[in-house]
């Protein structure tokens, strides 16, 4: 049974951090592209960060230079670190696993960016 398990999230003031991590479990980790996509209230599904299983990294561009994913194939999990948070980051995020056709999501992590 495949499980990712998300935790990190939570109430932060604009300009802190935030380091989420998602836990994986059921699958051969290393294989798999890992990503971290994000849900605000009333907006679609999008994605915010990626790394591939060669460590090849992509931000979308309203986080880049704020946000870094990194990955621990010797532990199965994949971290985003957030720095400089802004309001507009308020979302759930969601942890996402992908290797060809396979596609799994976690269940989400609130974070909330507000003073």
């Known amino acids: 049974q495949v499980q990712l398990v998300e935790s990190g999230g939570g109430l932060v003031q604009p300009g802190g951090s935030l380091r989420l991590s998602c836990a994986a479990s059921g699958i051969i980790f290393s294989t798999y592209d890992m990503a971290w996509y994000r849900q605000a209230p009333g907006k679609q599904r999008e994605l915010a960060a990626t790394?591939?299983?060669?460590?090849?990294?992509n931000y979308a561009d309203s986080v880049k230079g704020r946000f870094t994913i990194s990955r621990d194939n010797a532990k199965n999990t994949v971290s985003l670190q957030m720095n400089s948070l802004k309001p507009d980051d308020t979302a759930v995020y969601y942890c996402?696993?992908?290797?060809?056709?396979?596609?799994?999501w976690g269940q989400g992590t609130q974070v909330t960016v507000s003073s």
């Open positions: 790394i591939t299983s060669g460590r090849s990294t």
């Open positions: 996402n696993a992908k290797n060809g056709w396979k596609n799994y």
